[in-house]
């Protein structure tokens, strides 16, 4: 399905700067929500694997890298929410998590704030949500730190230097650790990379690969399923 859904853009040429210049119609809410619960979230981390992140209770800030129309956030928020909701010690009445999204393409990020904050509007007093757009070959303006930072299919986008830059960038404005998911299948227009090519990389930047997973997706519809994606959790070197 990949293989030939990115040959189709190719010979489009939709895409000439990762959708940046692309334009996309709005879903339906019902059909939004559809690609949260069916999509999506069989390809975001299990909550076991970001448990980490789950389970710090001094997380302020986080940044979601390449969030779209806010599906991988929404994911995020629900992983949250299923953690923090079951555990007294983490849910603290002072505590507010602020979550950014960031993404290329103006179209998606109107449409992440419109639908996400509808979601969980109920949570609103726990979550700040703010998606922007923003393009992490650029270097961050403003002096806020993340604490953790989820980048769920675009690294495997960039060429190598590209890639390089962007965990350069990144590393500058994220605190604590990166939990990372990437398609390890060989794609067009993609740029698969062994572990060893990340632990190098982000090494450079101060942070170490504290685990790693390899997994088949298990998405629905059936199109989207068997696919091989690469989960890793870097912290940094202190």
């Known amino acids: 399905f990949f293989h030939l859904y990115r ?64 599906a991988s956030t929404a ?7 299923d953690t923090y909701f079951n555990n007294t010690s983490l849910k603290e009445k002072n505590r507010k998590i602020f979550i950014s999204g960031i993404d290329l393409n103006e179209d998606r990020i109107n449409e992440a704030n419109t639908k996400v904050p509808i979601m969980f509007n109920y949570y609103s007093k726990y979550f700040e949500l703010k998606f922007k757009k923003k393009n992490i070959l650029n270097e961050f303006n403003e002096n806020k730190l993340f ?13 190598d230097n ?10 500058k404005v994220t605190k604590k650790g990166f939990y990372i ?28 690969l504290k685990k790693y997973n390899y997994k088949i997706t298990n998405s629905y519809p059936s199109s989207l399923r068997n696919q091989l994606v690469l989960e890793m959790f870097f912290v940094r070197i202190n």
Not at 20 to 26: A, C, H, L
Not at 75 to 81: A, G, Q, R, V
Not at 162 to 171: E, G, M, T, V
Not at 183 to 207: L, S, T, V
Request: aromatic share 16%; charged share 30%.
């Open 7 to 70: 040959l189709r853009k190719i010979r489009e040429k939709k895409h000439k700067i990762y959708w940046q210049d692309s334009k996309f119609k709005s879903a339906s809410y019902k059909d939004w929500v559809t690609k949260v619960f069916l999509v999506q979230r069989g390809i975001f981390p299990e909550n076991k694997f970001i448990s980490e992140f789950l389970l710090d209770k001094n997380t302020t800030n986080i940044l979601d890298v390449g969030c779209g129309s806010g």
């Open 147 to 159: 604490d953790y930072t989820f980048i769920m299919s675009v690294l495997d986008y960039l060429d």
């Open 162 to 171: 590209q890639f390089k830059l962007a965990i350069k960038n990144l590393s």
């Open 181 to 208: 998911c990437d398609f390890a299948d060989n794609y067009p227009m993609n740029f698969i990379r062994n572990i060893d090519k990340f632990k190098n990389a982000f090494r450079e930047n101060n942070f170490e």
């Open 75 to 81: 994911c995020l928020l629900l992983s949250m929410i």
